[in-house]
């Protein structure tokens, strides 16, 4: 660790959801069913959680693979809703 320079690191959450991200397709059930059940949150509040992690330093070094997944989709989307001209609609990046 450098002088005056703290190391962060992601918290267990933030660790459960890139490894939620690694495997969902896997499960039984609905991604958003899946995501309510082990978050404990909504749909929209686990999409903006997830788009501030996929922006850390903290969890690129943790997940490289998913976090540029994640990422690349992101922007794929963003990309469609300013090519169909649905971007003032607003709303989570999935």
């Known amino acids: 660790m450098a002088r005056g320079h703290a190391v962060r690191v992601i918290t267990e959450r933030q ?6 991200e690694r495997t969902w397709w896997n499960l ?14 909504s749909t929209e509040q686990y999409y903006a959680e997830l788009n501030d992690l996929i922006e850390s330093p903290e969890a ?19 990309r469609e809703r300013l090519d ?6 607003g709303g989570a990046i999935r």
Not at 28 to 41: G, H, N
Not at 60 to 78: F, N, S, T, W
Request: net charge positive.
């Open 15 to 20: 660790r459960a959801m890139l490894e939620f």
């Open 28 to 41: 039984d059930e609905p991604k958003d069913t899946a995501l309510r059940a082990r978050f404990q949150c």
């Open 84 to 89: 169909s001209g649905t971007d003032a609609q």
């Open 60 to 78: 690129l070094a943790h997940d490289p693979l998913v976090v540029r997944r994640l990422q690349r989709q992101r922007v794929r989307r963003l």
